[in-house]
C-alpha cells in the first residue's frame, strides 16, 4: 500500500515557474516508478512524465518536453516536478501516481494539486 500527498501547487503567470511535490508513504519507494498525470476542466486525465526508481529513464508529453523535469529522492520517498515556461494550457489538477517496477498499471494516485497559469 502506498499513500501520496501532493503539494506545490499554486496560481502563477504565463513564463513562470512551479514546483510540485509528491510525498510517499511506503518502505520500498524505490521500487515504484513514478509519474505525474494532470486533468483539465472537461478533459481526461493525460501522461505529463514518469521516472523509473532508478531514475535512469524518464519519459515526458511532447507538450512539456524541455519545460519540465521530473525528479526523485530515494532518501526521503518524495517525487518532484520542475514546471518551467508554464502557459495557460498547462493549467489543470496535477497528480502524482506511484507504479510498482513489475506492475503494468498505476495503481496508487494522489488527491491531486491545483496549478492555475493566467495569461
Known amino acids: 500500500q502506498v499513500q501520496l500527498v501532493e503539494s506545490g501547487g499554486g496560481s502563477v503567470q504565463d513564463g513562470g515557474s512551479l514546483r510540485l511535490s509528491c510525498a510517499a508513504s511506503?518502505?520500498?519507494?524505490?521500487?515504484?516508478?513514478m509519474a505525474w498525470f494532470r486533468q483539465a476542466p472537461g478533459k481526461e486525465r493525460e501522461f505529463v512524465a514518469s521516472?523509473?526508481?532508478?531514475?535512469?529513464?524518464?519519459n515526458y508529453a511532447d507538450s512539456v518536453e524541455g519545460r519540465f523535469t521530473i525528479s526523485r529522492n530515494n532518501a526521503v520517498n518524495r517525487l518532484f516536478l520542475q514546471m518551467n515556461r508554464l502557459k495557460p494550457e498547462d493549467t489543470a489538477v496535477y497528480y502524482c501516481?506511484?507504479?510498482?517496477?513489475?506492475?503494468?498499471?498505476?495503481?496508487?494516485w494522489g488527491q491531486g494539486t491545483q496549478v492555475t497559469v493566467s495569461s
Open positions: 521516472i523509473a526508481y532508478t531514475s535512469v529513464h524518464r
Open positions: 511506503t518502505r520500498s519507494f524505490s521500487s515504484y516508478t
Open positions: 501516481a506511484a507504479r510498482h517496477f513489475k506492475a503494468d498499471e498505476y495503481h496508487y
